[in-house]
């Protein structure tokens, strides 16, 4: 008989909603999205970050985490005998607000908080190292390409060592419109300390499956998913559904991936 695979596929752990501003649906639709698929168990793992300067807002403001809290609470009971409804937060690292970011995750009791790491700091902007957008890929590759990834990966060693985070999400995503670049040595010792880290801190890690959209693997990827596999470190399956019907989106494909 196959092993089970280590990770919960009824489990999804990485949900977003319209009030990020970048996303569309109620959070009622993407439980009822969730009900229809058969999962006992979702996070909403909403976009929090302090102190970014860009164009264009891809978080929650104040009043969008009232809302958050108050409906995701509703639903929770509502969906009780139904489903497992948990709220949490994908705070997004940023090295100059550190004080800041802490004093955020603290307004609530959140059940869960992913840490990400999206925004590069540089000459008093920031860049979306996630972002397609040509003027972040510019800017990004005018730095450098392997001092930001470096960078990437100190921050979100940093991340983990100073803010109580319950799962790193997307740990290679800064790769995301890179498809061609690979990691150096040094970038694969960081990870390895970073694996180290999460390790003693109990930290999961997300295998986030909107990977399989855009480069046929999920975030991160097979070796770093091995490597956290053979230290133990408990995984977390997240679908980063923007959309109700991106719930569990990809989680078929994860037996069978995981076997490889
Ligand atoms: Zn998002
Ligand atoms: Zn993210």
Redesign the pocket.
Known sequence: MAEPPPVNLKADGHIHTRLCNHARGEMEEYVESALALGLQQITFLE?LEVGIRYDHRTWLRDEDFAVYFREGKRLAEKYRDQILIKLGL?V?LNLQAMDAVSRQLIRYPWDSIGL?Y?FYHHNGRHYNM?SRRHENLAALAEIGQDSVISDYFAGLIHGVQSLPCSVV??LD?VLRHLPHRRFNQSHQQQIDRLLVLMKEKGTALEINTSGFAIRNEPYPCKRIIRSAIESGIPLVAGS?AHRPEDVGRFFDRLPQWLQQ
């Open positions: 976009h994908e997004g990400s999206h996630v999400c997307h995503a980063d």
